[in-house]
């Protein structure tokens, strides 16, 4: 795309009311909220949402601005709390949002509390994960995340454990991550570990018969029938939007059981698999979030744009719930692909900022093939930008 489109400030306000505020993107995991009062903070562009477990046990994602004059009520990026009590004027909201006390404005004879909630954003709780949507008219996510039930269910990611999340900070704008996520033509000269142990890298002409064999035996191998079903509709293809869900399953060459340094399991299997089917499953579940899951451990990514040219690639890594560490995974074992992977990630998106932001700057032809996602991609973007700019 035309560097205008990374550069200006105009287009990333237009982009993130019109595009990032009305997609689910993950918020968390449900293990992350255990008790009533604990919470965690999601922070998108300039806004900030406590995700809360409240007293009834229900999940809230709260507009973290009072309703008062609008100063944050939560400070901390996670913790546990009784109440959000705002450091301004010491308005206090119960864990649900509403506001219980507002001092001395009694005074203000047509003062009402219950007026003045924090302000919500939707949620979605699927499997142990936490979805939001900053639009209150944004289409449901859970139908079309129901027709990935057999192949995300294979995980058990309700029962599932956050071994280790990283937030790395990239110096670009957030397209520029994301369109690096949704092709693998980098994978082979960016990523050689990597490249080594996923067919995706490789044409899919070359892969096919490898794959084919990989999905054959999936079902019996994995224990999961039907673990191999693809499923695509994202992007303009989605149900509803900002809604996009994908299942796919690519293969894992010889000598890999999993993606780790030396191919061996570094966790035990997760959920229902009963064993390694040299594959593992590829999903997307709204524009921004992705998850690559092999059988004995997920990594999920999510990209958030933090300012023009900031963005927090988030990573994820789930094990089984049982999984103890040090016993039965080690940290370093277990991150170490997507750790080396995303650090050589960020380095190449940082070379991509920079010299595509320049004026001498024009768009290539993209390969039909590896980059045909990220066509996918910037053509729902283009449409959504040209309904707003009209
Ligand atoms: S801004 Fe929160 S109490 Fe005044
Ligand atoms: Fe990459």
């Given at each position: 795309?035309n560097?205008?489109?990374?550069r200006?400030?105009?287009?990333?306000?237009?982009?993130?009311?019109?595009?990032?505020?009305k997609?689910?993107?993950y918020?968390?995991?449900?293990t992350?909220l255990?008790?009533?009062?604990?919470?965690?903070l999601?922070?998108?562009g300039?806004?900030?949402l406590?995700?809360?477990?409240?007293r009834?046990?229900?999940i809230?994602?709260?507009i973290?601005?009072?309703?008062?004059?609008?100063?944050?009520?939560c400070?901390?990026?996670?913790?546990?709390?009784?109440?959000?009590?705002c450091?301004?004027?010491g308005?206090t909201?119960s864990?649900?949002?509403?506001?219980?006390?507002?001092?001395?404005m009694?005074?203000r004879?047509?003062f009402?509390?219950?007026?003045?909630?924090l302000?919500r954003a939707?949620?979605?709780?699927?499997?142990g994960?936490?979805?939001v949507n900053l639009?209150?008219?944004?289409?449901?996510?859970?139908g079309?995340?129901?027709?990935?039930?057999?192949?995300?269910?294979?995980?058990?990611l309700?029962?599932?454990k956050?071994?280790?999340?990283?937030i790395?900070?990239?110096?670009?704008n957030w397209?520029?991550?994301?369109e690096?996520?949704?092709?693998?033509?980098?994978?082979?000269t960016?990523?050689?570990?990597?490249?080594?142990?996923?067919?995706?890298a490789?044409?899919?002409?070359?892969?096919?018969?490898f794959?084919a064999a990989?999905?054959?035996?999936a079902?019996v191998?994995?224990?999961?029938a039907?673990?191999?079903k693809?499923?695509?509709?994202?992007?303009?293809?989605?149900e509803a939007?900002?809604?996009c869900?994908?299942?796919t399953?690519?293969?894992?060459?010889?000598?890999?059981?999993?993606?780790?340094?030396?191919?061996?399991?570094?966790?035990?299997l997760?959920?229902?698999m009963?064993?390694?089917d040299?594959?593992?499953?590829?999903?997307?579940?709204?524009?921004?979030t992705?998850m690559?899951?092999?059988p004995?451990?997920?990594v999920l990514?999510?990209?958030?744009?933090r300012?023009?040219?900031?963005t927090?690639?988030?990573?994820?890594?789930?094990?089984?719930?049982d999984?103890?560490e040090?016993?039965?995974y080690e940290i370093?074992r277990?991150t170490w692909?997507w750790?080396?992977?995303?650090?050589?990630?960020?380095?190449?998106?940082?070379?991509?900022s920079?010299?595509?932001s320049?004026?001498?700057?024009?768009p290539?032809p993209?390969?039909?093939?590896?980059?045909?996602?990220?066509?996918?991609?910037?053509?729902?973007y283009?449409?959504?930008?040209?309904?707003?700019?009209?």
């Open positions: 795309m560097s205008y489109f990374y200006s400030p105009l287009v990333y306000e237009l982009e993130l009311h019109n595009l990032v505020f997609s689910w993107i918020a968390a995991h449900i992350e255990p008790n009533p009062g604990d919470f965690v999601l922070e998108v300039e806004e900030s406590i995700i809360v477990r409240d009834n046990n229900e809230h994602a709260l973290n601005i009072c309703r008062h004059r609008g100063a944050r009520v400070e901390k990026l996670k913790g546990h709390s009784k109440t959000f009590v450091p301004y004027h308005w909201y864990l649900d949002g509403t506001l219980r006390s507002a001092r001395h009694e005074m004879k047509d009402n509390r219950a007026d003045f909630p302000k939707k949620v979605l709780v699927h499997m994960l936490i979805f639009d209150e008219q944004a289409a449901d996510l859970s079309p995340l129901s027709k990935i039930d057999v192949q995300l269910g294979a995980y058990d309700k029962n599932a956050v071994a280790h999340k990283q790395y900070k990239v110096d670009a397209k520029y991550c994301l690096n996520y949704l092709e693998c033509y980098h994978c082979k960016a990523h050689p570990h990597y490249a080594r142990i996923h067919t995706l490789d044409l899919d002409e070359d892969a096919k018969d794959d990989m999905r054959a035996r079902s191998e994995t224990g999961v039907g673990i191999e693809e499923y695509r509709k994202i992007y303009s293809a989605a939007f900002g809604a869900v994908q299942a399953r690519y293969g894992l060459y010889d000598g890999y059981l999993t993606g780790s340094e030396d191919g061996q399991a570094v966790g035990p997760m959920g229902k009963k064993g390694y040299g594959g593992a499953s590829d999903f997307q579940f709204g524009p921004l992705f690559l899951s092999y004995d451990h997920c990514y999510r990209f958030i744009p300012g023009q040219n900031k927090d690639m988030e990573v994820v890594w789930f094990v089984n719930g999984a103890v040090g016993e039965n370093n277990l692909l750790d080396q992977t995303t650090l050589e990630d960020k380095y190449i998106i940082s070379r991509n920079e010299g595509a320049s004026d001498f700057f024009e290539g993209l390969h039909p093939e590896f980059e045909q996602t990220l066509m996918m991609f910037i053509d729902w283009l449409d959504v930008m040209q309904s707003v700019i009209k």
